[in-house]
């Protein structure tokens, strides 16, 4: 069983234990960091690489789709004695033990939920030679109180006081897996006392506005064009609707010399105007009232990046950072997170416009082939095919989760062909997670029951399974949901 007592203790005593370890590797040794593809798998690998480098410790980066056996036999072949896994290898200890009798030391430092065997040989303290550092091992809600991001940070902090400056990427890492579930969309738990600190440190700056990428540094028109998280349907993406939208609000987008208006041209009663126009558009386009009132929440700026750099807002940096993962940049992201603010910032606003570019063909996509949309008794399905790339399919349905025709009250699945395989992704809402929800549980029981495998968080989940068994799927994990939160009807 999960613990449900929260041990301080325990957690900072694994956080110094694998620090003191990662410490101790000597100078020139070669070390290997493996990462998930995602904003926080990105920016925890990006943390413990960089702690690494303060020690003269020059490590390897590998960023991948999933941790399974191709995955291994990839980086199998790299000579590093010492391997670091994050943002996975909770879920794959089996695969990782065997990986690590080739004379390796193997670390992991992930936030997912553990299998009940991990569990259960954790709290036996049964021996294993892999280093393990999860927050859920000490009582802490991986899923929402903090990330694979903030895990690192915790180790690389102990590392050295120096890695304190890493704080803004532990935030960007928790924004990106959606881990804002708080008062206002604010951070929670472990998440809120890294952003604190960053925030007593004068690296961030903590303020409650719109959520719209760069609301407080960009033209309005602009912050609105490049918001992605929320999505804005109709807007984002789209300079030309934005303006008109700012218009027909009664807010002229421009000064009078021609050049943009950004929020600190605009009155308190503009500010309102345009909070409220944009929440009735919002609910207009089919959000709930309460998932268009989130627009309004906590924002998190990161001081020390450019006013109108798509990093200094965190949830646009997590965005950035996904969007890198998610279009194969890897190589980019990183360099991004280790600091390159000169030929990889410009590279990055280039992808970001293709990327933009690339969402708003796939919801085009969605909406002109009703015919891919499945609505089953307990959940809704998109089978994209070939239509949507597989490390898209997660990214695609985050979004249209919130769109007509799709529905908050059935977790929404999203399945793409993928070099011979299906990937599935899965996404739920707090409330259907509250109702029992556990969608790590049910992709791992329908995927292993096809032949195929998955796992994840109990409100976002992935898998992969063999092709042609879509349908078997998908009824297999309708029935578990249904056995979770109850058939709901339309
Ligand atoms: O591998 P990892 O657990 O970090 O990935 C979680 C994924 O789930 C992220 O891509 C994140 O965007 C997504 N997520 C979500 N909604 C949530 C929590 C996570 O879409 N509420
Ligand atoms: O790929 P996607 O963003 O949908 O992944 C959501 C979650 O599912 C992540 O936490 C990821 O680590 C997990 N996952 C998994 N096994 C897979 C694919 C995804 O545990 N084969």
């Known amino acids: 069983m999960l613990s449900l007592h929260k041990n301080q203790k325990g957690l900072e005593q694994k956080s110094l234990e694998i620090a003191g370890e990662l410490s101790s590797i000597p100078y020139g040794e070669p070390a290997l960091v493996v990462c998930h593809l995602d904003a926080d798998g990105i920016t925890s690998g990006s943390i413990i690489a960089s702690a690494l480098l303060r020690l003269g410790i020059a490590p390897h980066i590998r960023v991948v789709k999933q941790l399974d056996e191709a995955a291994i036999a990839e980086i199998l072949p790299i000579k590093a004695k010492h391997v670091i896994f994050t943002d996975m290898g909770t879920g794959q200890r089996q695969l990782l033990e065997r990986f690590g009798t080739y004379d390796r030391r193997i670390f992991i430092i992930d936030h997912h939920q553990p299998p009940p065997s991990t569990q259960d040989d954790y709290n036996s303290g049964s021996v294993s030679s892999i280093m393990e550092f999860n927050p859920h091992f000490f009582g802490f809600d991986g899923s929402t109180e903090i990330s694979a991001s903030g895990t690192a940070f915790l180790v690389a902090k102990k590392m050295s006081s120096e890695n304190n400056s890493l704080a803004p990427l532990a935030i960007v890492g928790a924004l990106g897996d959606m881990q804002d579930k708080g008062d206002r969309s604010s951070l929670v738990g472990l998440n809120a006392s890294i952003a604190e600190e960053a925030q007593r440190s004068g690296q961030v700056a903590v303020s409650k506005g719109l959520k719209l990428y760069g609301f407080e540094s960009r033209p309005l028109v602009k912050s609105m064009e490049y918001t992605l998280n929320p999505y804005l349907p109709g807007l984002s993406g789209d300079e030309g609707a934005c303006f008109k939208f700012l218009k027909s ?6 000064k009078q010399d021609g050049s943009w208006r950004s929020i600190s041209d605009l009155s308190n009663e503009e500010i309102r105007q345009v909070t409220s126009a944009l929440i009735k558009y919002l609910i207009s386009q089919g959000l709930s009232s309460q998932d268009a009132e989130s627009v309004v929440g906590v924002i998190y700026t990161i001081k020390s990046e450019g006013a109108d750099s798509p990093l200094r807002d965190a949830r ?63 959940i809704q399905a998109i089978l994209a095919g070939n239509n949507i790339d597989d490390r898209m399919i997660g990214t695609i349905i985050s979004i249209a989760f919130s769109m007509k025709p799709f529905t908050r009250s059935k977790p929404i699945f999203g399945l793409s062909n993928a070099d011979g395989v299906v990937k599935v992704s899965a996404r739920g809402t707090p409330e259907l997670v509250r109702r029992g929800l556990n969608l790590g549980s049910a992709i791992r029981e329908a995927s292993e029951q096809v032949g195929g495998t998955g796992g994840g968080h109990n409100i976002a989940a992935g898998g992969q399974i063999p092709s042609g068994k879509e349908d078997a799927f998908l009824s297999i994990v309708d029935a578990i949901v249904a056995k979770m939160i109850g058939g709901v009807k339309l």
């Open 249 to 254: 609000a009664g807010i002229d987008p421009r």
């Open 316 to 378: 646009e940096y997590a965005s950035s950072v996904n969007a890198c993962g998610r279009l194969g940049k890897y190589g980019l992201g990183v360099a991004i997170c280790l600091g390159d603010r000169a030929d990889a910032l410009a590279a990055l606003r280039e992808l970001l416009l293709d990327y933009r570019k690339k969402i708003s063909g796939y919801l085009r996509w969605l909406e002109s082939n009703p015919s891919a949309l499945r609505v089953m008794n307990s």
